[in-house]
């Protein structure tokens, strides 16, 4: 069975399309079901949060910057840093990843929508709604002592202080709905993607001939169906301690704090991989593309993703390292953490060989995803050291461990979720980037992350504690505080230059064409942006790489999927 | 710093890696515009089995060499001479009793010096009155949890005399940024006359008999106790002996008569967010109190 891609007629469909009144196009975007316009509100959305999140982050770190500040209040800060660590995670990291999914996923496998495109929408509104919910707390509901106008229990709102005793007001209660609501939109997104690859492939795309990225997000969706479970029953225990008189975590009535951290954790780690998990889904679609080369063992990518999502359902007590479990419990989950250091370094180690003797092109695309490598493996190295129980006992819940999750999140995470927007924007808006101004971007973001987040280690090695809103002057944390502030600043006006190259190359960019990186996968043999049904006419793939077998009649992969997992022949490392 | 050495040594040799790769493999310009794909190149069963056997044996090591760490803290052989305090975590303050010694204290810590040939630890009984705090001291030992309705230990042996400072390391409310900890590495003469004075009820000078009778009648004595008379309130610190601390508001700010007076007249002007209310008392009240509370050494 040969490759085979109808081509589709190419034009710039805005050129073409008629004028149309802005009610018109509103109800079109809200009405619609189509997978490329759902993932690109769910990016649009979650743009908006990075922003709103963003901003909270750069008031905290005004904040810091000195000792005994007075910018904030205390009421104000528990807010931000509640605030920050909720929306990053529920309404900035999920609805992106799943915009890039949604948009992506469809088109990689060669179909035209979706399994469940209704499911979809609703999905994407119900979590949308999520996020305006928290944000009306602001308006809706106190806090603390009836303190504050916004939850500020801590994004891990740690029982009992949830309780309505400690916390009177309803901005708790704003954040358990919201988080319920994000949750449901969650499963029905999971249950779309998984549905969408096992029954929606093209003829001949086996799933061993899936691209990574899909199938990263089959294992990323799995997560999530067993996460958000816990979440999800750990929120309606807390309403119903709240407001019907039960105590499973109220402990002045017997209940216990210790089991809400068990259940967070089971939640609150997995979702650590459900948001870490696309982006390697992204560094195995964009890393080969422009190295030249093909990935390096793809079977093993494969398994190490699979063996990561099962990995990481054990794990989660390593944030409870300081509760007093005892020892079984201690080594136990010391043991589970080291062990998911074993497949995600056969990650890293194969995106390098895919590096190897390749022709490295240095797009801002790439060099956002090296930045990425290089600070995922220092993240991971940090990550083995807080593996260790007993350094946790130090420097658990201090600065460390701050400078360790954002060296994931950001380092990692956002570095790749930039690298995947100069790559996929021409997809999606026809338009390419400029590459000038991305440059910039990665330079200044570059220096503003290491200055923030490597120094953040260090006030954390000289016992900071985190969610502080203040500290005293005698310690000598000063310095470091404001260094890591102004990079902060510098991180700001990076991403700013980012939204305005987004802008700016939507209406002046150069006109992308359908595939603008000489790329492999299906999504590229589709228009720019694709029309509504994605294909004229379904494709049919013989390999992992259909365009490469185009491109490449001479030599194509399928010659080499005879034996599958099998070096196709013998070769020589470094030649 | 096993630890720290394996992390180190992975670093320097992945990042080099990546460094040869990205000088020695990057496009050149002779290259031509990609009109030639390098060789294509699927992978390597050895290459992937070698970099997958390798890092479980570091794993295996590590874990076994913090096994033993664990152990050997947690289940650390218990001295029969060993001091006994219990700690118990208040929003937003610490409460201290020696069991042993029938003293109650609050906010600074006292405990003898130790040294490795007669050790003398001090284990300290955790457990919180309402949310969730964590002890940490970074130079003494690692942090532990307090958490209501659970009993934690973990004992501490400093070797030497001094202060040692620390904070609440668990997110427990509005105030968590000012719950400090401080901790008085004593000698044992220090610290055996620290506690036959703790034990001592409170002074009663007669000089201060009205700033006495100010604090008698007031909310004060519902919250607060001072030993040998009405006010036995457990909501707040034990004052019996607060003239003799160095600081107040667990540890934010000095313990001198301005000070003092200052946050009694309104703790939020050191703690927004305490839970001790603005008493309202007027300014004669006020340094009637503070001279009595002064005094109370």
Not at chain 1, 338 to 354: C, D, E, Q
Not at chain 1, 430 to 455: A, N, P
Not at chain 2, 32 to 46: D, F, L
Request: aromatic share 14%; charged share 10%; hydrophobic share 50%.
């Amino acid at each position: 069975m040969a490759t085979q891609i109808p081509v589709n007629e190419l034009h710039d469909q805005r050129v073409h399309a008629p004028r149309r009144l802005w009610l018109e196009v509103l109800h079109g975007w809200v009405t619609t079901v189509d997978h490329k316009k759902i993932g690109l509100m769910y990016i649009g959305y979650a743009l908006f949060f990075l922003v709103i999140a963003g901003f909270e982050a750069l008031l905290m770190r005004v904040q810091l910057a000195i000792p005994n500040n007075h910018f904030v209040s205390p009421e104000v800060f528990n807010g931000l840093f509640t605030m920050h660590g909720t929306t990053m995670v529920f309404f900035v990291g999920m609805p992106i990843l799943f915009g890039f999914g949604n948009y992506l996923i469809p088109l990689m496998i060669g179909a035209r929508d979706m399994a469940f495109p209704r499911l979809n929408a609703f999905s994407f509104w119900i979590s949308a709604f999520a996020g305006f919910l928290l944000y009306f707390s602001y308006i809706g509901g106190s806090g603390l002592y009836g303190a504050s106008s916004a939850p500020d229990v801590g994004w891990f709102a740690y029982a009992p202080l949830t309780a309505r005793v400690f916390s009177p007001g309803h901005s708790t209660d704003y954040w358990t709905l919201a988080l319920l609501l994000s949750g449901i939109g969650s499963i029905g997104t999971a249950l779309n993607i998984v549905a969408t690859i096992i029954c929606m492939r093209c003829p001949g795309m086996k799933m061993s001939r899936l691209p990574l990225l899909p199938w990263i997000y089959l294992v990323m969706s799995g997560l999530t169906f067993v996460a958000i479970g816990p979440l999800t029953a750990a929120q309606i225990m807390l309403m119903l301690d709240r407001y019907v008189g039960s105590h499973f975590f109220d402990t002045q009535a017997g209940g216990s704090a210790v089991l809400w951290m068990h259940f967070f954790w089971i939640f609150g780690h997995p979702e650590v991989y459900i948001l870490v998990l696309p982006a390697f889904a992204f560094a195995n679609e964009i890393i080969p593309v422009f190295s030249r080369k093909a990935i390096f063992g793809y079977p093993a990518m494969v398994a190490a993703s699979v063996g990561i999502g099962f990995i990481s359902l054990s794990v989660w007590a390593h944030h409870m390292f300081t509760v007093g479990l005892g020892p079984g419990g201690n080594t136990f989950f010391t043991l589970a953490t080291m062990i998911i250091s074993v497949p995600t370094g056969i990650k890293i180690f194969n995106w390098l060989a895919t590096l190897w003797g390749g022709k490295i092109q240095f797009t801002a695309s790439m060099m956002f995803a090296i930045g990425f490598l290089f600070q995922f493996l220092i993240a991971g190295l940090t990550g083995i050291m807080l593996s260790v129980a007993p350094f946790d006992w130090q420097l658990g819940s201090s600065y460390f461990v701050v400078a360790h999750f954002h060296y994931v999140l950001v380092g990692g995470i956002l570095f790749m979720l930039f690298s995947a927007f100069y790559y996929w924007y021409p997809k999606m808006s026809g338009r390419m980037l400029s590459e000038r101004l991305g440059k910039w971007h990665f330079w200044l973001f570059v220096i503003g992350f290491h200055l923030t987040f490597d120094l953040m280690h260090v006030p954390g090695l000289l016992g900071m504690p985190r969610r502080i809103y203040t500290y005293e002057a005698d310690r000598g944390w000063m310095i470091w505080n404001v260094l890591i502030s102004s990079g902060a600043i510098i991180q700001t006006v990076a991403t700013l230059l980012f939204v305005y190259n987004m802008v700016w190359s939507y209406f002046k960019g150069p006109i992308a064409g359908p595939d603008p990186w000489d790329a492999w996968t299906l999504e590229w043999s589709t228009p720019s942006p694709p029309p509504s049904y994605n294909f004229a006419e379904i494709p049919t793939v013989a390999s992992r790489r259909p365009l490469w077998d185009l491109k490449h009649p001479e030599d194509p992969d399928s010659d080499y999927e005879i034996e599958q997992g099998a070096p196709p022949e013998p070769k020589e490392e470094g030649a | 710093m096993l630890v720290l050495s394996i992390t180190a040594a992975i670093f320097l040799i992945v990042a080099g890696i990546l460094a040869y790769v990205l000088v020695r493999y990057r496009a050149r310009p002779s290259d031509g515009q990609g009109e030639q794909e390098p060789p294509q190149i699927y992978g390597s069963n050895q290459i992937e089995l070698s970099w997958t056997v390798i890092p479980i044996l570091i794993v295996v090591m590590l874990f076994l060499a913090t096994t033993r760490v664990i152990y050997t803290t947690e289940h650390a052989q218990r001295p029969a001479n060993a001091l006994d305090v219990t700690v118990v975590g208040h929003q937003f303050w610490w409460e201290y009793r020696y069991p042993q010694m029938g003293v109650v204290t609050a906010n600074e810590l006292h405990v003898p010096v130790s040294d490795h040939a007669h050790p003398l630890p001090t284990y300290l009984t955790m457990s919180s009155a309402d949310t969730d705090h964590s002890f940490w001291v970074p130079r003494l030992a690692g942090k532990m949890d307090l958490i209501p309705n659970k009993v934690n230990m973990m004992w501490i042996d400093p070797q030497m005399k001094g202060l040692y400072l620390g904070q609440c390391a668990q997110y427990c409310g509005v105030q968590h940024a000012k719950m400090l900890i401080r901790v008085y590495a004593d000698t044992p003469e220090e610290f055996a006359t620290w506690v036959e004075h703790q034990r001592q009820p409170a002074v009663d000078d007669p000089a201060v008999a009205e700033g006495r009778d100010v604090f008698m009648h007031n909310a004060c004595i519902s919250c607060h106790t001072i030993r040998g008379t009405v006010a036995t309130g457990r909501f707040g610190p034990d004052l019996t002996h607060v003239g003799g601390r160095e600081t107040i508001a667990s540890g934010s700010v000095p313990n001198t008569p301005p000070n003092l007076r200052e946050f009694i007249d309104n703790p939020a002007n050191f703690k927004p967010g305490a839970l001790m209310p603005p008493m309202h008392l007027d300014s004669h009240d006020l340094d009637a109190v503070t001279a009595y509370l002064t005094t109370l050494k």
